[in-house]
Nanobody
Framework: VQLVESGGGLVQAGGSLRLSCAAS????????AGWFRQAPGKEREFVAA????????YYTDSVKGRFTISRDNTKNTLYLQMNSLKPEDTAIYYC?????????????????WGQGTRVTVSS
């Protein structure tokens, strides 16, 4: 599965962005997908994940109530709606796919990765 992220950019604190991840390949809809991020000088961290059919979602505590992950398997696309953005959300956001169908939160459980899209939140 090849993944291409889009939707990143510069936004003021309190603003919103919607990330998209377009996937190629039939396997996308059969597996979990997720978003990870890497801030400058820090390791890549889990943000959110969604099961193959969208019935189960998972979030890291720092984004609960602000971010929403969703997917449209008819379009082979994964989304991350980010609201009430904070400067600490600044990072490169990566789309991940081909995870265990029920969902996963560990980077090592996903077999396909995008190149990332940069999100910068100014204070």
């Amino acid at each position: 599965v090849q993944l291409v992220e889009s939707g990143g950019g510069l936004v003021q604190a309190g603003g919103s962005l919607r990330l998209s991840c377009a996937a190629s390949g039939r396997a996308f809809s059969e597996y979990a997908a997720g978003w990870f991020r890497q801030a400058p000088g820090k390791e890549r961290e889990f943000v959110a994940a969604i099961s193959w059919g969208g019935g189960n979602t998972y979030y890291t505590d720092s984004v609960k109530g602000r971010f929403t992950i969703s997917r449209d398997n008819t379009k082979n696309t994964l989304y991350l709606q980010m609201n009430s953005l904070k400067p600490e959300d600044t990072a490169i956001y990566y789309c991940a796919a081909e995870g265990p169908p029920a969902g996963a939160v560990e980077a090592g459980d996903f077999h396909s990765w995008g190149q990332g899209t940069r999100v910068t939140v100014s204070s």
